[in-house]
T-cell receptor
């Protein structure tokens, strides 16, 4: 069975540009979360979506947005990129949206902003 | 205050020996879950083991076991019979029932290097 898949795996953008990252959860999983991991730190929670609705949001500016599609895949969008947005962006999926569910991560998308 | 603290930034372990990675947490929730993940240099966050706050038995998954001491708020990961492929970053994370959605709070990680 396929795990959590993310695309692209690596990308380079220029300051001020926009980026879209994509995630497909494990088959049957309805919850998708996004995390940002800056080099040398643990991941930070950005968003969670469950059944196409936003269920949680971390302490990130409005430049960050996301959505979940009817097939439960998700997109993370970041506008007006800053150098500080350079990070590994991880997508996680779980069966349901609440506690008691194991959370699985994808391989991540490495974003470099120059 | 830090919600998840991993006090060992890095450690060496001899192949075939056991290693314990420390994790302490801080929460006022009665219901919470504790996770350990392994992150190789490729970046993927690999799920290792889960412990629920109401679980009476310590969780085990193959060579991984979790030493859960609720009163001390610690959830240490024990890796038995270390292998070269265990060299990676290891993260402890917590999900609190009161937290929005499926939010995980991570510690700063411990880098493990297994020596042959």
């Amino acid at each position: 069975d396929a795990g959590v898949t993310q695309s692209p795996t690596h990308l380079i953008k220029t300051r001020g540009q926009h980026v879209t990252l994509r995630c497909s959860p494990i088959s049957g999983h309805k919850s998708v979360s996004w995390y940002q991991q800056v080099l040398g730190q643990g991941p930070q929670f950005i968003f969670q979506y469950y059944e196409k609705e936003e269920r949680g949001r971390g302490n990130f500016p409005d430049r960050f947005s996301a959505r979940q599609f009817p097939n439960y895949s998700s997109e993370l969008n970041v506008n007006a990129l800053l150098l500080g947005d350079s990070a590994l962006y991880l997508c996680a999926s779980s069966l349901l949206g609440g506690s008691g569910n194991t959370i699985y991560f994808g391989e991540g998308s490495w974003l470099t902003v120059v | 205050a830090q919600k998840i603290t991993q006090t060992q930034p890095g450690m060496f372990v001899q192949e075939k020996e056991a290693v314990t990675l420390d994790c302490t947490y801080d929460t006022s929730d009665q219901s919470y879950g504790l996770f350990w993940y392994k992150q190789p240099s490729s970046g993927e966050m690999i799920f290792l083991i889960y412990q629920g706050s109401y679980d009476e038995q310590n969780a085990t998954e193959g060579r991984y076991s979790l030493n859960f001491q609720k009163a001390r708020k610690s959830a240490n990961l024990v890796i038995s019979a270390s292998q070269l492929g265990d060299s990676a970053m290891y993260f402890c994370a917590m999900r609190e029932a009161q937290a929005a959605g499926n939010k995980l709070t991570f510690g700063g990680g411990t880098r493990v290097l297994v020596k042959p």
